[in-house]
């Protein structure tokens, strides 16, 4: 007898359809395997899928696994934030805490706030974990190669460095809106890089945007998960708030607003914040919105 499961689609990190990350959950995944899940993934061929569980600690609201098409995350920021939102306004989850979704992932726990008015819910924040400053690639030339720019067309001031806040990026400072439209990933040299160092993929941003209230304007890419490029990453806008916090290039301690996907058609709006105690980063927080789009029965 065939078996099926079910999933919701979700649009994630905006408030329009067809914009943002495109999400699938399945919401009762405790009677699939892992690989079940990877080829589901796999299947749906979106940049990542999510599974939710029974917890299996006390304080947890609910356990949730993270796939890519190539892989499985430790943690992640479109599929957080979408699940938050699908938890709560669709699946009816009701917090342990008041105003506090705790998500246990294979990082460890999740804390996810949000602010709720008559069934709506708003402010969804995640807190990933603090940063880890990583190496930094000093040879710009090879960093400009490997996103087919001229060395001109990055920051002389700042560096290219990875970023961890639970997966590590490498966040490259790039000058203008017009060197961002030419970016396009040297595979060969991507892949060197990956032969050598952990990283989940390249951040590449600049601060010339063209809307006064956003700050940045990034892309992400990351083959080696299957997913060429990404049109809205959480994971790696923590990293970025961080980036732009301790090289002072920005006031990171009140929200900021980022955009992504616009080269993909699908524009996306993060929010991003550090909280700081002592000079030093005590917290991250991204954010954002989510549309609920559909639902579907697969075979497993």
């Known amino acids: 007898m065939e078996e099926y499961a079910n999933y919701f689609l979700l649009d994630v990190f905006t408030n329009q359809a067809f914009g943002g990350n495109p999400l699938a959950v399945f919401p009762d995944a ?44 430790p943690t992640a ?49 995640m807190q990933q974990p603090l940063p880890k400053f990583e190496q930094t690639f000093t040879d710009k030339l090879f960093v400009a190669s490997l996103l087919s720019v001229k060395q001109k067309d990055i920051k002389e001031d700042f560096p290219c460095r990875i970023v961890n806040c639970g997966n590590p990026f490498l966040i490259v400072p790039i000058k203008s809106l017009q060197a961002m439209k030419q970016l396009k990933l040297n595979h060969e040299l991507y892949y060197q890089i990956l032969d050598e160092v952990e990283i989940t993929g390249i951040m590449a941003f600049t601060m010339e945007t063209t809307e006064a209230k956003v700050l940045t304007h990034s892309r992400m890419f990351a083959p080696q998960l299957g997913v060429p490029e990404d049109p809205a990453t959480g994971s790696a806008h923590g990293p ?26 699908r524009p996306a709006r993060l929010k991003m914040q550090i909280e700081q105690t002592d000079g030093k980063i005590s917290a991250v927080m991204v954010g954002g919105e989510s549309v609920i789009m559909g639902k579907g029965t697969i075979r497993i």
């Open 30 to 73: 405790d009677k699939l395997s892992t690989e079940q899940m990877q080829r589901l993934t796999k299947e749906l061929n979106l940049s990542e899928s999510v599974f939710l569980l029974k917890p299996s600690k006390a304080d947890a609201d609910i356990r949730m696994r993270i796939f890519t098409p190539g892989k499985e995350l």
């Open 240 to 265: 970025l708030a961080a980036y732009l916090y301790n090289y002072q290039m920005a006031d990171m301690t009140t929200l900021k607003v980022g955009v992504q996907g616009i080269e993909m058609g």
């Open 77 to 125: 920021g479109h599929p957080t934030i979408g699940t938050a939102f699908l938890l709560l306004k669709e699946l009816h989850c009701t917090p342990q805490q008041k105003n506090i979704l705790t998500l246990e992932q294979s990082i460890g726990d999740i804390r996810v706030s949000f602010e709720e008015s008559e069934g709506n819910y708003s402010k969804i924040m």
